[in-house]
């Protein structure tokens, strides 16, 4: 039985203390949104992965890594990732998932996938692509804020733009070459936001639910987080898109339009608190901490 999902950026805005009448907090300007301000998560896009912990939902990028997500139908349609694990839970930085003997001779196969990619680590045509900027400072980016609804970077010389490395969103693994991944093994960021990532690692996309199962798994004691031991691995049941199963297996989900009044006043309320527990307002907000507030549906 799968337990009942709370997204953790809705969650964290509910939790919030509340503001004045005259400062509207994030989370009462959320609950008084127009149902049109939302969108429900395509369950084309939509990865679930189950664990006996529960469920953890991946909403995709394809506008960014469409080569890598391609591939990665072809892995969820072979059934690649069930009975798979969780390899490596390092603290404050990924937990990672895929095959632990893929670099040996019992690897499992890849069937109809690739076994590596041209990386994808920026675009540079957004034609399409639904763009809103926030004005804040940023230290890896000239331009920051949200393409399709994930945080994004952006350099108007080259005309380059490419998904951040903020908590929650999930990327291919590698090694050195920059087209050694294909999406076999994807790592998610548990911790504080390593933007240094950013540009150098395909991103395919973020988990919009079950953080907390991922963020709270034990951490690994081998190099960079790996568990030492088979037996400290979280198994990993199945990994299906949501489109594959009915509908009554399905947890409908619904993502804040980034292009709305909703999300540029959500945004201000969390850059400028006027609750009573905050005695100076920041002035400003990191792009990794404006978060893309996500609900099941009303």
């Known amino acids: 039985m799968l337990r009942k999902i709370v997204p953790i950026v809705l969650a964290a805005l509910i939790a919030a203390p509340a503001a004045t009448a005259q400062a509207p907090s994030a989370a009462q ?12 998560l395509n369950p084309m896009n939509t ?26 139908r072809r892995l969820v349609s072979d059934r690649y990732f069930d ?13 990672q998932w895929g095959d632990p003997n893929d670099e040996e001779p019992t690897a ?3 069937g109809g996938a690739a076994s590596k990619l ?13 763009w809103t900027p926030i004005p804040d400072r940023d230290a890896y980016a ?16 080259s005309g380059e733009t490419w998904l951040l490395h903020c908590y929650g969103m999930v990327a291919v693994a590698r090694g050195n070459p920059a087209d050694s991944g ?4 994807l790592y998610a960021i548990n911790g504080h936001a390593p933007r240094h990532l950013d540009r150098n690692m395909t991103v395919v996309g973020r ?4 953080m907390d199962i991922l963020a709270s798994l034990p951490r690994g004691t081998g190099n960079l987080g790996f568990y030492s031991l088979p037996e400290q691995r979280t198994p990993i049941n199945r990994v299906r898109f949501a489109a594959e199963l009915p509908e009554n297996q399905r947890i409908p989900m619904e993502a804040l339009r980034t292009n709305t009044d909703t999300f540029a006043r959500v945004t201000e309320a969390r850059r400028n608190r006027k609750d009573d527990f905050f005695h100076v307002s920041a002035g400003g907000i990191d792009v990794c901490n404006v978060g893309l507030p996500i609900r099941e549906p009303r």
């Open 182 to 185: 294909s999406g076999s093994q």
């Open 29 to 40: 300007i959320l609950a008084a949104s127009p149902k049109s301000d939302w969108r429900e």
């Open 118 to 130: 041209a990386p994808e680590f920026t675009r540079r045509d957004i034609t399409g692509v639904v």
């Open 83 to 95: 009975g798979l694990a969780i390899l490596r839970s390092q603290d404050n930085y990924v937990v």
């Open 47 to 72: 990865l679930y992965m189950d664990l006996d912990r529960g469920r953890v939902i991946i909403e995709l990028a394809p506008s960014f890594a469409p080569r890598h997500v391609d591939n990665l």
């Open 207 to 210: 988990v919009v639910a079950g």
């Open 142 to 157: 000239r331009q920051v804020g949200f393409a399709d609804g994930f945080p994004a970077g952006r350099d108007p010389d």
């Open 108 to 110: 499992r196969p890849l």
